[in-house]
């Protein structure tokens, strides 16, 4: 059964739903525009609504997000896809654009659907969890996170067995499983790019022993583990569940770091770990923390202050790129590594090790359009052919860029991003009229 | 095709199957989920107890026990004298 | 009038009905005083119950309506939608939480919470009983926007407000536009110049028609609110006649005798009493500068366009907000910090910038020729004891960026950064990357082991002990030392002052939230935009002017502004006048008035946020909050035991 | 107190090509060396006092020799420094400074001044053989005598000051008191390092290269050893015939595995080869096929009508003894060996430690 | 239910819109119990509180009352839990002047999410003022 082509038509089509995507198209409403968002993921909000809390003031991630993510799904102007796909744009004439979007099947009636998770306790089956980043199970019927956006429960096809019981356990009758994918045709006179970014991959440097070592894990591992959702509901090592009492941060995972490829510096690592290491000396204690880095950059507003603050609480900062990491028998790390300021190879054991990857691009932004170019710079994040008068433009008119999307960048940057895009995309539009 | 509301699960049933990994998967969960509770039903246990009880290796008790916990399971006890390991018991 | 007031109670589908008896709830409230109708629900938020719900409302006249069922995060705006779809005023709409506060937590003692959902219905029912209806204020916005600063950011503003079609003024205090980035030269990444960005973009304002530009202007007094400011702006005259024929004003800066330090090279040079600073600099026309001009007469004899009868003129500009774009200072090193002004070679990092534009083939400084360069970083940022805790962000990009282009530019050059830790942040750490493949040398230090500069016969000598080399004592002969100088807000700060703005820990203006609402500030109706709110790059300022251009826009855009009418109400009756309400207020919403001999408080309704800290602190009890009044609370809590 | 001196990684860049300033100095490449010990920590800070330009430190310093170049810190380097080729380099700039008479630095510093020398020398050994009037005996006979005498000659003369040179430079100047019976004890290190490569078993995944180094180290001595001693090319006991075949096959087999390896360039190691790389292997392989050809055509009694093979095997004798061994690459058999020795001697009277 | 449940104290909550209150929320989100005699009223900023509803409160009946303030991350400015401080204070005097005992009327800031945190403030304050009242 071939479903058919459904048409629709807004001003801007807004790819991606994170922070950025979701401020750009906040302000586009606000200003009387229609804007489409399409996001891959079963939720919006994108990294930061998965976030503990944000540096430099602490405040919890949830707490910003949540308003500007309910803001966002109850705007009258904004309409919100997700598990869907931009699968391609084409520009029509001198002014608009058609998209093509595929719509996933999430076989829950989003409307009904209260979020009283009894699907949830319902369903037998359990797999990894990836919004806490593999750290518990799932069900296959679930509901992503307790502050998803919506917050209504999706079933993982790929893991159910079909055996109905959320079916039955569902007091409004919203699951159905004879939803199909649908296929969109999109027509939009602009378009802003928020594809984000992805996180580096440690497996890449297998001399970190990430993912054979139970107790190095990455800085979004522990981002869960600190967050008010947390899977283990205090900080413990994943590979026996002791709490830890001396734990290791390797800053520069995957970033500065040409023999992967990438050798820019991700921007944020250095605060997120910083704020970590706060966080955890907030929640143990006892805890020694130690931060293993090369240059700390605590470049915006307050963050010098905040390192500063972390340095005042007893984190232990040692100037030094860890080599190389290995398991004793007890699931403790040995890190082997030269103290720059004494010039010596040394060793150090820790019973917890956070990489604190780094921030790579996102290419699915590079497949968006198929006749026109949309021009990357040579690290493949979108190019900025105006980067200093017009940042949010980009290689194709009518197209603006918010967010992660052009590279690294932290979350106050992001927002500031998505407004220059959205600012650009209004005028762009007035001027069009 | 009309399909009653709340039995669609047939339906797809009919038109999609089951990886037998998936099944495979139903079932493997199963069974620890079972020897877990069964094991804490005795007694509070830290993990390393636990794993050492049913010959498991001391990473997967502590995912399983986790994600026991978070379905509502497993509560979490007290910390053992030495503060390293909490004890894990049935949920009442 | 009656009240008459209708209560649905969900079950949410078991979540609720569950754990508390909802029928006993029902009950339980049915035959209070006022209620005209009260049901169960299987799904409150369902459309069924919503359509149910108009009906109701509609036929039975209704002027009250709770809803018992989760939280008002969820539902609030549904069911106020769901009341004014039925014609009532959303504000005579109630909601009671007993799924989050009620059913979930107390599911283990299903008798207490039907006991609490009770309660909780029946204190929305007494709040329902006073509810008034409530109308948002509105007033009008003038359809303008005053930008003040013409650096890159508010020239960049004034463009994107142009382009959504408000009327413009941008107010500039210098003669000249283009801020601190006309002075910057090669700017990273693109390697535009400074100059090259701001004619690009004034070309483009030149050509709109809605943007109206003050140059040697200033805003010297403000009254009025969101909506409607009332700006008074000084404009100082250039005693140059418009439409004047260039070559007569190049031969009378020529003539000119005076002179005096340049300020847009940072004094490393001079200029005339009669000038501009580059030929194609914005506005075309050259300016007299007053203070400074001796009157001889010299320039009138050569150009007939010199008009020294020009005077000052006072504008009365009125906007509906206010976009500010002031900009920042370059730190000044205290007298002898790192030898400044004692040492004859040492300079800051703007007056290096300027000395590379300013030297053609060889890079000349008191007339030697530089070879070896010694960056000293961090001055005036950092600070282990001044007050700037702050990093300056931009410093140590623009640093390396400016010793690649001596190199680049002038070739033999020995570059040696004594540096706190690079800070190349993103993409920038390109430029590290580069110049140390160069040859640059970098020596780092921390706060507590600060480079040495001292005089060894004619030859300045910089050392340190190096962190990269086991704290070794190394050193440089070194021809000019560029001392790296941070950001600071600016000086005069006249226009902040004026406007009442906060200011953070570092002095620079303060934004409302750094994440929630980044260009607002306390101040409703005044944004802040680029480095007048903490250190940035030029993309950096320009993305924040063009974010806060259209919060700036959607004040103005639809000629009037609804507000909350949740607000403070002040009883002058009882009002004695003692200020604590107006000191409480963080908005500065309250005022002082005397009527007679009786003075009192007044409200500006148009400030106003409606959180209510000027009530607890009114020793006479003179103030409320609307739809939370004592009266209100109190039947509240009546309610709830 | 030590003046900076950006002149000298351009100087150094003479001695290799590679981006030793490209480090920024974050001890990767010194975590990662399993030679690397808290005691006595390397490349990092060589590549450091590179780029400063302490000369007088690297000029004291036995760190490059202690350096078997398995490659894992330049292929980690986030940076792509290339600390490894820095140290190989260091090596070449440290040979040119220990030999007096500043040949070494030249014909590393000069591919054509390598050329020349070798064009001399080829000559030479032609216009010898001319004035014999190309007598296969005479020419045979000479060629045993200048083997003998080019062998101790260079050793007196150049090797000896130069080893002397070294001593002074890295245990002499630094003032480390060394006492004569940690000299005695110490000297079986000396050694055993020369003939093993013990230390290269202490680098990761390395026992092929250093096995085949071993059996080509040795197959080396022994060819030299029968050739001159034991007079191979004149040699009737079949053993000694049989045994030169052996060796010298055994130094053209491993070299030419060296040779591919370079020509593939599949280590680290070998990514970056030098021309004074090349001349060292290829003089090996051709040393080794000659000598083995030489004696084959004597065997099949053919050398007679073929005098020119002689002579070729003689030009190569000559360039190696003349050029390779005295000033080229083959001296890091002799400096890595001394070097081995002193460290020795440094970590008995506890230099590290203070 | 059995009968033997421990006696429970009336106590009244002011939490606000933005912060406190969706703390509660979540608590019971996570199924987090506390006592159902916990009953609240929301606020636009804790430090809007006046002391005569307190007191009218304690007048009423109510055994404690819990102030869940915004603390710093109060959207009205950071002055908030000084305000609030300064109304429990204020407060406080008023309470010893009638007699009643200030430790009935206490103040925590809880962020958005610190719902474990308010559990804990409210079991504990349960717990004291059931043993106060014995």
Known sequence: MQSQIIKESFDTLVVGGGIAGGEAALNLANNGYKVLIVEKDLSIGGKMILLSKVFPTLDCAACITTPKVSE?????????????????????????????????????????????????????????????????????????????????????????????????????????????????????????????????????????GFGLYKNVITSMQMERQLAPTRPFNTVLRPSDGKMPDNIAYVLCTGSRDLSVGNPICSQICCMYSIKQAQLIMGSLPMADVTLYYLNIRAFGKGFNEFYDQAKGMGVDFTKGKVAKITEKENGNLILRYEDIETGKVSESEHDMVILSVGVLPNQDANKLFSKEDLKEDRFHFVNQPDILASPAKTSIEGVFVAGTATGPMDIPDSILSAGAAASETISYLSRKK | MEVEKGKTAKYLKEKRKVPASVLENLKEFTKIKKTILTALKESEMTIPELSKKLDMSTPDVTYYVMTLQKYGFIATGEIDDMDEYFNYKIKE | ?????????????????????????????????????????????????????????????????????????????????????????????????????????????????????????????????????????????????????????????????????????????????????????????????????????????????????????????????????????????????????????????????????????????????????????????????????????????????????????????????????????????????????????????????????????????????????????????????????????????????????????????????????????????????????????????????????????????????????????????????????????????????????????????????????????????????????GPKNVTESVNSALSAATKSFSIVSKGEIDLEPVIAIIDKDNCTWCGACAEACPYDAIQKTVDGDKSYAVLNSTVCKGCGMCLPVCPSDAIDLTAYSNHEIENMIDALL | MARINPEFSKELKKYGGFDLNACYNCGNCTAVCSLSTSENSFPREMVRYSVLGLESEIETSLNPWLCYYCGDCSSTCPREADPGELMMSLRRWLTGKYDWTGLSGLIYRSLTASIIAFVVVAI??????????????????????????????????????????????????????????????????????????????????????????????????????????????????????????????????????????????????????????????????????????????????????????????????????????????????????????????????????? | MPNTAPQKAKILVFSTEKISDPAIDMAGLLKLHYPPTVNTITLPCSSGVKPRWILHAFEKGFDGVFIAADGSDCSYGESCTEKTGNIVAKTHEMMKERNIDPARLKMAALCSVCSEAFVKHVKSFNEYLIKSSK
């Open chain 1, 72 to 208: 966002i799904s109850r705007h009258p102007n904004i309409t919100i896809f997700t598990k869907s796909e931009v699968k391609n744009i084409d520009k029509i004439g001198a002014k608009d654009f058609v998209a093509n979007v595929t719509k996933q099947p999430r076989y829950v009636h989003v409307d009904d659907c209260t979020g009283c998770q009894l699907c949830e306790e319902a369903c037998p089956v359990s797999v990894t969890d990836q919004y806490q980043f593999d750290l518990v199970g799932r069900k296959a019927a679930f509901i992503p996170f307790s502050i998803a956006s919506p917050k209504v429960a999706a079933i993982d096809i790929e893991n159910c067995t079909l055996c109905g019981a959320c079916e039955r356990a569902c007091p409004t009758n919203c699951i159905d499983f004879t939803q199909e994918e649908e296929n969109y045709e999109i027509q939009v006179k602009s378009v802003v790019v928020a594809t984000g970014f992805k996180l580096f991959d440690p497996l890449m440097i297998p001399r970190y």
């Open chain 3, 1 to 533: 009038m009656k009240k008459k007031i209708g209560i649905y109670i969900c079950h949410c589908g078991g979540n609720i009905s569950d754990y508390v008896d909802v029928e006993k709830v029902k009950k339980a409230v049915e035959n209070d005083a006022d209620i005209f109708l009260a049901k169960t629900t299987m799904f409150a938020c369902g459309d069924t119950n919503q359509n149910e719900m108009v009906d109701d409302i509609t036929n039975m006249k209704l002027n009250g309506v709770v809803v018992a069922s989760c939280s008002p995060k969820l539902h609030l705006q549904t069911f106020r939608s769901v009341s004014e779809r039925a014609g009532l005023n959303k504000y005579q709409y109630v909601h009671a939480n007993i799924r989050e506060q009620v059913s979930w937590p107390h599911s283990d003692d299903k008798l207490g919470a039907t006991e609490k959902a009770i309660k909780q219905v029946k204190a929305a029912i007494a709040k329902a009983r006073l509810a008034e209806p409530l109308e948002p204020m509105t007033i009008t916005a003038q359809k303008a926007v005053a930008v003040i600063g013409a650096g890159v950011a508010g020239i960049k503003a004034a463009l994107q407000l142009s382009d959504m079609g408000t009327q413009v003024y941008l107010i500039e205090r210098e003669p000249f536009v283009g801020g601190r980035t006309a002075q910057w030269e090669r700017i990273f990444t693109s390697n535009e110049t400074g100059k090259e960005i701001i004619s690009r973009l004034y070309k483009d304002i030149l050509s709109r028609d809605n943007i109206t530009v003050f140059t040697q202007a200033e805003v010297v007094d403000y009254s009025g609110s969101i909506g409607d400011f009332k700006l008074m702006v000084k404009v100082a005259p250039r005693f140059i006649r418009e439409h004047c024929v260039e070559d007569n004003l190049q031969k009378a800066i020529d003539v000119c005798p005076v002179e005096v330090p340049d300020s847009f090279n940072f004094e490393i040079n001079s200029r005339k009493a009669i000038y501009n600073h580059y030929p194609s600099e914005y506005p075309y026309l050259p300016v007299i500068d007053i203070q400074n001009c001796t009157r001889c007469g010299e320039c009138e004899k050569v150009c007939k366009n010199i008009d020294f009868s020009q005077k000052e003129e006072t504008l009365n500009l009125q906007v509906g907000s206010i976009l500010m774009a002031t900009g920042f200072d370059p730190y000044t090193p205290a007298d002898n910090e790192y030898g400044y002004k004692h040492i004859d070679n040492v300079i800051t990092l703007p007056q290096f910038k300027r000395l590379l534009a300013l030297n053609d083939s060889k890079l000349m400084y008191n007339g030697k020729v530089i070879k070896n360069i010694a960056y000293i970083y961090c001055v005036g940022s950092r600070q282990v004891n001044g007050d700037n805790k702050y990093c300056s962000r931009y410093c140590c990009t623009s640093t390396i960026h400016a010793a690649i282009h001596a190199k680049e530019k002038f070739g033999n050059i020995n570059n040696y950064h004594f540096n706190r830790g690079i800070r190349t942040y993103g993409k920038q750490e390109l430029l590290y990357d580069e110049s140390s493949r160069m040859g640059d040398i970098y020596l780092q230090f921390f706060e507590d082991g600060e480079p040495q500069i001292y005089k060894e016969g004619n030859k300045t000598i910089v050392k340190v002990k190096d962190v990269l080399t086991k704290y070794k004592e190394l050193e440089v002969e070194a021809d000019l030392v560029v001392l790296v100088t941070g950001m600071v807000p600016r000086k005069d700060n006249a226009i902040g002052s004026l406007l009442k703005l906060p200011r953070g820990r570092d002095k620079f203006f303060n934004e409302i939230h750094m994440k929630l609402r980044p260009v607002e500030t306390v101040i409703d109706g005044v944004a802040i935009s680029g480095a007048c709110q």
């Open chain 4, 124 to 354: 030479g050994v032609i216009a010898f053989a001319y004035a014999q009037a190309f007598n296969l005996e005479t020419i045979l006979h000479i060629g045993h005598y200048f083997e003998m005498f080019a062998i101790g000659g260079v050793f007196a003369i150049i090797l000896l000051p130069n080893i002397i040179h070294m001593w002074y430079l890295t245990i002499l100047k630094p003032k480390t008191k060394v006492s004569l019976k940690t000299y005695i004890k110490s000297i079986g290190d000396l050694f055993v390092h020369m003939f093993t490569q013990k230390r290269t078993l202490g680098c990761d995944d390395n026992k092929t290269r250093w096995f085949e180094h071993f059996i080509l180290v040795i197959g080396y001595l022994s060819l030299l050893f029968t050739t001159v001693f034991l007079d191979w090319f004149s040699a009737q006991n079949l053993f000694i015939i049989l045994l030169g075949y052996v060796e010298s096959a055994i130094v053209f087999t491993v070299t030419i595995i060296f040779v591919s390896g370079r020509i593939q360039k599949k280590k680290e190691v070998s990514q970056r080869s030098q021309p004074s790389d090349w001349f060292f292997v290829i003089g090996l392989l051709l040393m080794g096929l000659t000598a083995f050809i030489v004696r084959l055509f004597i065997d099949l009694n053919i050398l007679d009508n073929n005098v020119w093979m002689y002579l070729f095997h003689l030009i190569i004798l000559a360039q190696w003894a003349l050029i390779i061994v005295p000033f080229g690459k083959w001296t890091h058999f002799l400096y890595r060996s001394f070097a081995m020795y002193f460290d020795k001697l440094k970590t008995l009277e506890g230099v590290y430690n203070e």
